[in-house]
């Protein structure tokens, strides 16, 4: 794998043309992108390790394995399919960029698909949802998943084992223009991020002071850059007593 990733990476820097600041000027693409794909490669990979482990051991015990086992293996299979589709993608102009790739999906269930590998990962973490039946959103669904990967890790990074991480869905209507959006938003109780640093969080390589956690200051750049090419919006709310929220918005698909 390791291996793997730094040819996909010299191959980026070729073709991409990378000055220094992430900005490419050959296929439109930048050498940020490869190694946030790579990240999320190895991520996936992780959480298929996981489940791999769980399914031997229910063999061991010659247990019947949990039909929910076999979703969360086969959503895990998909996800690798469609990060090796986007490595595919980066010799094709302004592909990764553009919303020519935007579909209806269910922002519910992929959000449900998304929390599923983490309870098997790490079931110390205790997960608390609230969730719309169905919302129907125009986006791009590979894209979104990366997004809530992100999220979804940064709140497991910042909170305390044994807390809860609260992850809700609903129907919102942005007051600046009336218009009617799917609101994710993904709650931790450990970790504030004061006011100066709000304004930062989502700049390239912008890496929160005093904190240590592994990662080059990519993760939330992408995730701002993902859920604006969908036409959505992203804000953080934190408080010194009350936790962090992140939450982002996909507009709601024409009935």
């Not at 895990?76 to 999906?105: H, R």
């Not at 919302?135 to 709140?155: F, H, M, R, S, Y």
């Amino acid at each position: 794998m390791d291996q793997f990733i730094q040819t996909l990476l010299t191959h980026q820097n070729h073709n991409g043309n990378g000055n220094g600041n992430g900005n490419g000027n050959g296929n439109g693409h930048t050498p940020d992108l490869a190694k946030q794909i790579c990240h999320q490669l190895l991520s996936t990979a992780t959480k298929l390790h996981a489940v791999h482990h769980l399914l031997v051991e229910t063999k061991k015990e010659a247990k019947p394995i949990p039909d929910e086992v076999l979703q969360i293996t086969a959503h895990l299979v998909k996800e690798l399919q469609a990060l090796g589709n986007n490595i595919l993608q980066f010799d094709k102009p302004n592909n990764l960029s553009t919303t020519s790739s935007l579909t209806k999906f269910d922002i519910v269930s992929l959000v449900e698909e998304s929390i599923q590998p983490y309870l098997i990962q790490a079931p110390e973490r205790k997960f608390a949802r609230d969730y719309e039946a169905i919302l129907i959103v125009c986006g791009n669904p590979e894209k979104t998943q990366i997004i809530l990967d992100n999220l979804i890790t940064n709140a497991m990074k910042y909170s305390p084992v044994g807390s809860t991480i609260q992850v809700n869905v609903a129907v919102h209507e942005d007051s600046s223009n009336r218009r009617k959006y799917a609101k994710v938003s993904i709650f931790n109780s450990g970790s504030f991020i004061p006011p100066e640093e709000q304004e930062k969080i989502f700049d390239k390589y912008y890496r929160r002071s005093g904190h240590r956690q592994p990662g080059q200051g990519l993760g939330l750049y992408l995730v701002w850059n993902f859920v604006h090419m969908q036409g959505g919006k992203i804000h953080v709310d934190s408080h010194p007593t009350d936790g962090t929220t992140f939450w982002f918005t996909l507009p709601l698909a024409a009935a």
